[in-house]
T-cell receptor, first 110, second 111 residues
Framework: ELKVEQNPLFLSMQEGKNYTIYCNYS?????LYWYRQDPGKSLESLFV?????AVKQEGRLMASLDTKARLSTLHITAAVHDLSATYFC??????????FGTGTRLQVFP | DGGITQSPKYLFRKEGQNVTLSCEQN?????MYWYRQDPGQGLRLIYY???????QKGDIAEGYSVSREKKESFPLTVTSAQKNPTAFYLC??????????FGPGTRLTVL
C-alpha cells in the first residue's frame, strides 16, 4: 500500500529565507503532484512531475522529483508572506487513485 | 467560464438525516472524485468515477453513496450510516490520469 509522508508538518519561516519541503513515498509511481491550500479554501494545482529528474519552477517555488529515491522536494526561495498556505504532495498510486500527504503548513512572517 | 462547482457551500445535517452534496463540472473531464478533509489532515478518497454509469469505492466509502448518470455531474449522498460526517468535502475532476482540479468545497456540520 502506497504511503506518502511530508515533512515538516509545520514550518514557520522569516521573509526572505529559503527552505525545502520534503515528500517521501513508499512504492514506485510515475506521477507526483503539488497542491496549495489557503485556509478554508479548496486546493490549487501547482506542479505535476512526470519523470525522474523532472524540475518545475513557478515564481519562488521549485519542485523536483527523484523517482529512484522516491522523493520530491518543494523549494521556497526568498519567502514572502503571500506564500503562507498548506502545501500537499499527492502521488499516483497506479491504481486510479491519488494518495495525499498530510500537508505542510507554511507560515511566513516579516 | 469552465470550472467545477459545488453546492451548497455550507450544509447542516441533523442526526439520522441523509444529505446530498452537488458537484458539477463543465470541463468535459471524464473522471470525477470525492474527497473528505478533516481539520489539519490530508485528503481521503471517498468515491471516484472514470466514466458515466460506473464508479468505485475509495478508502472511506462506508456511509456514503454516489451516482454518475451524466458526465458533468457526480453527487455525493452522506447517509445516516456515516456516524461522523462533519468535515470539508471536496470534489475534483480530471482527464484520465491528468491533474485533478478541485471545486470550492462543501463544509458539512452535524447538529
Amino acid at each position: 500500500e502506497l504511503k506518502v509522508e511530508q515533512n515538516p508538518l509545520f514550518l514557520s519561516m522569516q521573509e526572505g529565507k529559503n527552505y525545502t519541503i520534503y515528500c517521501n513515498y513508499s512504492t514506485t509511481s510515475d506521477r507526483l503532484y503539488w497542491y496549495r491550500q489557503d485556509p478554508g479554501k479548496s486546493l490549487e494545482s501547482l506542479f505535476v512531475l512526470l519523470s525522474n529528474g523532472a524540475v518545475k519552477q513557478e515564481g519562488r517555488l521549485m519542485a523536483s522529483l527523484d523517482t529512484k529515491a522516491r522523493l520530491s522536494t518543494l523549494h521556497i526561495t526568498a519567502a514572502v508572506h503571500d506564500l503562507s498556505a498548506t502545501y500537499f504532495c499527492a502521488v499516483d498510486s497506479n491504481t486510479d487513485k491519488l494518495i495525499f500527504g498530510t500537508g505542510t503548513r507554511l507560515q511566513v512572517f516579516p | 467560464d469552465g470550472g467545477i462547482t459545488q453546492s451548497p457551500k455550507y450544509l447542516f445535517r441533523k442526526e439520522g438525516q441523509n444529505v446530498t452534496l452537488s458537484c458539477e463540472q463543465n470541463l468535459n473531464h471524464d473522471a470525477m472524485y470525492w474527497y473528505r478533509q478533516d481539520p489539519g489532515q490530508g485528503l481521503r478518497l471517498i468515491y471516484y468515477s472514470q466514466i458515466v454509469n460506473d464508479f468505485q469505492k475509495g478508502d472511506i466509502a462506508e456511509g456514503y453513496s454516489v451516482s454518475r448518470e451524466k458526465k458533468e455531474s457526480f453527487p455525493l449522498t452522506v447517509t445516516s450510516a456515516q456516524k461522523n460526517p462533519t468535515a470539508f468535502y471536496l470534489c475534483a475532476s480530471s482527464f484520465g490520469w491528468d491533474t485533478q482540479y478541485f471545486g470550492p468545497g462543501t463544509r458539512l456540520t452535524v447538529l
